[in-house]
Structures are given as structure tokens and as C-alpha cells.
């Protein structure tokens, strides 16, 4: 969500040589094949300069970058006023590396977070942070345009990634402490806490259970198939992003210096 870690990198897949890059404060970027400086790529949609970018997942065979950007009035570094402040400027956005166009998707997303494509190119996911939900927008078939409640989660989603088989890996930042639906719920609770003389771990405190680590492996479907967790957080807490590879969850957070890596088998 926020504050100082690795967020892991994808593996390039094969044939591909730029490194795309979504990067909060200065939008989507790409690194050449010879490395370098990144270039820009999307600074502004619809006449208005990115705030925060947040992640994003990329259509090989439509040459197209699906990414979001959590807020429109908010920064990286503001993101717990934009939690608590009932904040759902959050958009889904399509960039068409031929043309060179963005389109807006999905608009009114309370912190859109995480984005992964399905296997079969049906459909986007999107973790919407503050409500605990995972939201499908369909990209084809009846329902293409439209946009439903994927999986509801028991707490802060952060990123998504989807594993070979199609199943998704979604981060939980943390589970939610008892205060939390009634804070994130109700803005103006929200904005009386942002007022008060607290400071940002008082804050964290107020809506998150406790520090530790949980990734859920969703089904194309999304059915919970698996939970991992550490519970105490001796390991890893706070995760932001679960990649699998083979045999491996590569696991990072915002708030370790580190990279964690579970064996499956």
C-alpha cells in the first residue's frame, strides 16, 4: 500500500524486451532492452496529470496495458487519508501501446489497487483496497463492459497475480481490526480521525487486525482455494504482492526491507 520495500517484478515473458514500469508519482514508464533511465509512457488521462498509479498487467496478443490509478485527488503518500476519507476516485485504464490511446474503464473504485489478467483474456481483476473486495470487469462475452463482485476478502487487498494455471494469488496488506468497516464505511468518522493529532501507526492501528502475513489463492471462479498465513508475523507481515514461479511464492512487502520466498511443494 505505502512506505519504503520491494514490490516484486513479474518475469519478462519470452519475447518481450521492455520493462514496463507503473510508477505512483510519474504514471506508467518503460526501460528499453539495453536498460537506462525509463522513458514516460501515460503521464495524464483525460487532460489530468496521474496522482497515483498503482499497478498493472499486460495483454501480449492486443498489445494493450491494463493499470490503475487508485486515486485522482490523492498521492501515494497520502493513502491512508484517501482510505479513511471515503475516497472512490479510482479508475481501470486501458493503454493501446499501437495507438498510443488510454481509455477509461471502470471509474468510482475505493482505492483501486491491484490488476491481473484471466488466463483466457475474459476478464481484468481488480482489488478495490478499501472495501475489501476483488471486482471482475469483463472484457468479452455477454457481460463485456460490465463489472461485478469477483470475491469479497477479510481484509486489505493489495496486489493480484495470476500463476500458470489461471488461479490468482492476492495479497492481503492486513486483515481488518473490529473498527475497521464502520471507519472505511462511514467518511465522515474517516475525515474526524484524519483531523485528530494522530500519528500514521495510530491510524494503521485503528483499522488493521494485527501485524502479520496472509496470501489467498483464488480459482478462475472466485473460490478460495487456499490460505496462507503467518499469523504472528515472524516472518513476513504486511505483504503487498505474492508472485508464483516454479514451485515458489515470491512474496514482498512495502514495509520489509526483504523479499520472502515459500516453497509449495
Known sequence: ???????LLSPLPKGRRDLYIADAYFGLQVVGPNGGLATPVVTEVEGRRLLFTNDMDIDEAEDVIYFTDTSTGFFRRQFMASLL?????????????????VTVLLRGLAFANGVALSKDRSFVLIAETTTGKMIRYWLKGPNAGKSDVFAELPGYPDNVRRNSEGEFWVALH????????????????GKTLLKLPL?????HRLIVLQQHATAIKLSEKGQVLEVLEDSGGKSMKFISEVEEHNG?????????PFIGIYNLH
Open 1 to 7: 500500500m505505502a512506505a519504503d520495500g520491494p514490490i
Open 248 to 256: 515458489k511464492l515470491w512474496v514482498g512487502s512495502v514495509m520489509t
Open 199 to 203: 500519528t500514521f501507526k495510530q491510524l
Open 85 to 101: 476519507s471515503g475516497d472512490n476516485t479510482g479508475r481501470l485504464m486501458k493503454y493501446d501501446k499501437s495507438s498510443k490511446e
Open 174 to 189: 492486513a486483515k481488518k481490526g473490529p473498527l475497521a468497516n464502520l471507519i472505511t464505511s462511514n467518511s465522515c468518522v
